[in-house]
């Protein structure tokens, strides 16, 4: 189970994300504030353009149908960490690369996943809601879909 640290993240919610992992037998279960039943509580319109573009990106380029593939609330059976053709041991997955690796490589290694609807909370300033660096950090969410899909990565 992954769950931000930023109180983004509602913990009542874990259950939905646990539950098809135990009873549908997915191994990757992926939070998204966009498909219906989900909410985004104060996004700010640049969050909400830039997750909704990589989502479509990540849509393109793995064939899968994901509306969320930013969101960092997310569970997956540390099984597939063992699976033949992903490999965590790599130099480059040292900051925000990890996650879209995963999700990525767990479609490409054709194992089940799914998304299901959770709701993510923005503070009402702009300061706080994210960590992350623009441009530098987006390439670092990006590159992975980017070198695993031209096979410059494995």
């Known amino acids: 189970m992954v769950l931000g640290g930023d109180d983004q993240d ?18 990757f279960v992926q939070g ?7 909410a985004r509580v104060n996004i700010p319109l640049f969050r909400w353009i830039t997750t909704g573009l990589f989502s479509l990106i ?5 064939r899968f149908p994901v509306t969320d593939g930013t969101n960092g609330f997310r569970a997956f059976r540390l099984s597939i960490l063992e699976r033949d053709g992903l490999d965590l041991h ?17 479609i490409e290694l054709g ?19 994210t960590k992350m660096v623009p441009f530098l950090d987006w ?15 494995k």
């Open 32 to 38: 998204s504030r966009y498909m219906p039943g989900g």
């Open 139 to 153: 390439w670092s969410i990006l590159r992975p879909l980017i070198y695993l899909r031209l096979g410059i990565k």
């Open 58 to 62: 990540f849509k393109v380029l793995t």
């Open 111 to 129: 194992l089940p996943a799914t998304e299901v609807p959770v709701t993510k909370r923005y503070p009402r300033s702009k300061i706080g809601y």
């Open 90 to 106: 790599q130099a480059w997955l040292n900051k925000y690369e990890l996650e879209p690796y995963l999700y990525y490589k767990t």
């Open 10 to 27: 509602n913990p009542s919610e874990i259950r939905r994300l646990l539950d098809p992992i135990v009873n549908d037998r997915f191994v």
